[in-house]
């Protein structure tokens, strides 16, 4: 069984699903279906998320001889705290794609998306900005969130420590980092 050479890491809300389309659609790119099994991120619990290694495996079981880049695409991975260490041993010598956004931007999306889920409840992002802490420690929480890290907002933002932690781990040429401004004025970035 092939094993994932490529990974998507993140961030969420950054342009990460339109890149892993445009990937999809090369003859030579075998992208997995779902999109984002966190595989690799066991803190996050969220429905879809695979906790099994031969149901994992058995995402790439219709990889081809033609593929040369097979890949999956899990946003948290750049946030997790030991997601790229798991990666690197379970793939060394993978390559990471990090699409990175305004992180002002990227939580005042992430809320939305969250809220459109049904999975927060507090439509004012200020207000959702300052649960963050009594959420953390499980107060306040909504009665259909599935993962309370997801209302973390802060947590998915500090990018530039992500990012750094990433280089601590991974050699550079193989990191390649896309801001969404640029993808989404040019997407052959």
């Not at 931007?105 to 459109?116: G, I």
């Not at 107060?139 to 990018?159: K, S, V």
Request: aromatic content about 12%; overall charge neutral.
């Amino acid at each position: 069984i092939k094993r994932p050479n490529f990974f998507i890491i993140g961030a969420p809300k950054s342009g990460t699903t339109a890149m892993s389309e445009y990937l999809r659609i090369h003859p030579q790119v075998f992208f997995s279906s779902p999109k984002e099994p966190q595989y690799f991120a066991p803190e996050f619990q969220n429905t879809g998320t695979v906790r099994d290694i031969n149901r994992y495996l058995e995402l790439f079981s219709s990889v081809g001889p033609q593929h040369k880049i097979i890949a999956e695409g899990s946003t948290k991975y750049l946030c997790s705290s030991d997601a790229i260490s798991r990666i690197e041993t379970f793939s060394p010598g993978a390559k990471y794609l990090v699409m990175l956004r305004n992180p002002i931007e990227l939580a005042v999306s992430l809320h939305e998306q969250v809220l459109y889920n049904g999975y927060e409840n507090e439509t004012n992002f200020e207000m959702a900005w300052k649960l963050q802490k009594e959420r953390a420690a499980g107060r306040f929480l909504p009665p259909h969130c599935d993962e309370p890290h997801d209302l973390q907002y802060g947590r998915f933002c500090i990018l530039g420590a992500q990012v750094k932690k990433l280089y601590s781990l991974v050699d550079r040429e193989r990191i390649k980092l896309i801001f969404f401004e640029d993808f989404t004025n040019d997407v052959r970035t």
